[in-house]
């Protein structure tokens, strides 16, 4: 089983896990801000490894990238990923302020890895209520950097399988304000075909 | 300035002295960068993995470091470069993300990756004359076919060239 062997199933499978993930991921983030979230449907997307960094607005865009270990019954990694004016919005959101500082300050990275550990948490649940298994994941790493280098490490996981890598993104809103979050679920080779089996679909 | 030539991931580019090769945002991945100061050949790949031979899906030789090199250096060739005057710099290779305890061997990718680089150029006795490796913040590096100096820039980590 490869990325690039998946059929329409495959992706329709896959593409409902990004969506009850972030649907459980908005809920928790209306639960933490008091606010209504509104989100669109995800969208599963399949591209070669060059073209990652080109949707997050080329290479040396910056980023903020949270990464999860996952272990359990499968082994592997969630990235969660926002544009630099997405963190601070969710930020300021967070805290009730309204900065336009240009720069993450100590307290902004602490609570982005709380809000990358939130939805990360909740997007596992919809993947262990639609599997059964037993996942965990680990403490959250965050990275601010340039969106080539922070993709860099999800991307080199999937090349272990792949010259493709496949993510989901979604949108989530709070009134006018537009939330960009990407997740990526990046699962070991036999994590990969466990995933697409356990939901019958393999 | 001359023609600018991106090296994608997994991929890799020669020029000459008009040239100027580039590669963006560089996280776990290393650069490679050979230079020939005589024919004023310059060549650059992005290695993502340090060793082909441990991966099944190995078809994009771009991809590793072992064979990368190998290819780069044909490439140039190819152009009129000669491999006894082949110097090398090497960037990149960050650690981006930290988990505790250790944290598990893929985090370690960027460090293995800058080792297996250095042992092959050593293993075809190419010498690696400069390099800016490690650390946990990306790199955009641009190598000058001119004089083959290498320009490293960073965010919040400043730029240098080597």
Not at chain 1, 148 to 176: C, R
Not at chain 1, 188 to 202: R, T
Not at chain 2, 36 to 47: F, L, S
Not at chain 2, 133 to 144: F, K, M, N, P, W
Request: proline content about 2%; glycine content about 10%.
């Amino acid at each position: 089983m490869s990325i690039e062997s998946l059929n329409q199933q495959h992706i329709d499978v896959l593409k409902e896990i990004g969506n009850i993930g972030a649907g459980n991921a908005a809920t928790a983030l209306a639960g933490m801000l008091g606010k209504k979230i509104d989100m669109d449907v995800p969208k599963v997307k399949i591209l070669d490894i060059q073209e990652v960094a080109e949707v997050l607005g080329g290479e040396e865009n910056i980023v903020a990238g949270i990464y999860f270990n996952v272990h359990g019954d499968i082994q592997g990694n969630i990235m969660f990923l926002l544009d630099l004016d997405s963190s601070k919005l969710l930020t300021n959101m967070l805290m009730g302020k309204s900065s336009e500082n240009g720069e993450l300050d100590e307290m902004d990275r602490s609570a982005l890895r709380e809000v990358g550990n939130i939805l990360s948490g909740a997007y596992i649940a919809s993947l262990v209520s639609l599997t059964n298994f037993n996942i965990h994941h680990s403490v959250p790493s965050l990275a601010v950097d340039m969106a080539g280098a922070v993709m860099s490490v999800p991307a080199i996981q999937f090349s272990h399988i792949s010259d493709k890598v496949l993510f989901i993104e979604t949108e989530l809103k709070e009134g006018k304000d537009l939330v960009e979050a990407r997740f990526f679920l990046i699962p070991d080779e036999p994590s990969f075909e466990k995933i697409l089996n356990s939901l019958g679909v393999y | 300035m001359g023609n600018i030539i991106k090296v994608g991931m997994a991929d890799l580019q020669t020029t000459d002295k008009q040239g100027v090769l580039t590669t963006l945002g560089l996280g776990s991945c290393v650069g490679i960068t050979l230079y020939d100061p005589v024919k004023k050949i310059a060549g650059m790949a992005h290695i993502m993995l340090p060793d082909s031979r441990q991966i099944k899906n190995n078809a994009n030789k771009a991809k590793f470091a072992d064979t990368a090199i190998d290819v780069l250096i044909e490439a140039m060739r190819e152009r009129g470069g000669q491999p006894k005057n082949f110097r090398a710099k090497l960037a990149g290779g960050a650690q981006m993300f930290t988990f505790g305890n250790g944290g598990n061997d893929i985090m370690k990718i960027g460090h293995r990756n800058a080792l297996a680089a250095e042992e092959k150029l050593g293993a075809l006795k190419i010498p690696v004359i400069a390099k800016d490796v490690g650390g946990s913040y990306g790199r955009t590096i641009e190598l000058y076919g001119d004089d083959g100096r290498l320009f490293i820039k960073t965010i919040g980590h400043g730029s240098q060239t080597i």
